[in-house]
């Protein structure tokens, strides 16, 4: 499976964002699916994970209260978005998806970049301010 993330641009300084992660292959539902971002010159960090369920949901400490994950599924689509809201500069950097295993993990598991075998392009998010 590839995936692409899309949804990425120049914005202000409280402004939001909604990234978008789609795959070439369907259904990619049954894997866990995370986010996760690099600015420049500073090493890759996790953002953001969901269940393969939707039904549990993980966030960084800085994302916390101000973005949201989600699963969009239906007939014809299946992808994994995030929402986030107040952007400010320290949240500019290349935001990739991933694609993680199958079943139940934990979230320690979950916030891991290890455990995820499949990447995107990623997608850059510059905040101006």
């Known amino acids: 499976v590839q995936l692409q993330a899309s949804g990425g641009g120049l914005v202000q300084v409280g402004d939001s964002l909604r990234l978008s992660c789609a795959a070439s292959e369907r259904p990619f539902s049954r894997r866990n699916m995370g986010w996760f971002r690099q600015a420049p010159g500073k090493e890759r960090e996790f953002v953001a994970a969901i269940t393969m369920t939707g039904r549990n949901r993980y966030y960084a400490d800085s994302m916390k209260g101000r973005s949201t994950i989600s699963r969009d599924r239906d007939d014809t689509e299946d992808s994994v978005s995030l929402q986030i809201n107040s952007l400010k500069p320290e949240d500019t950097a290349v935001y990739f998806c991933?694609?993680?295993?199958?079943?139940?993990?934990?979230?320690?598991?979950?916030?891991?970049?290890?455990?995820?075998?499949?990447w995107g392009q990623g997608t850059l998010v510059t905040v101006s301010s």
């Open positions: 991933a694609a993680g295993g199958t079943g139940v993990q934990s979230q320690n598991l979950l916030r891991a970049g290890a455990n995820y075998g499949t």
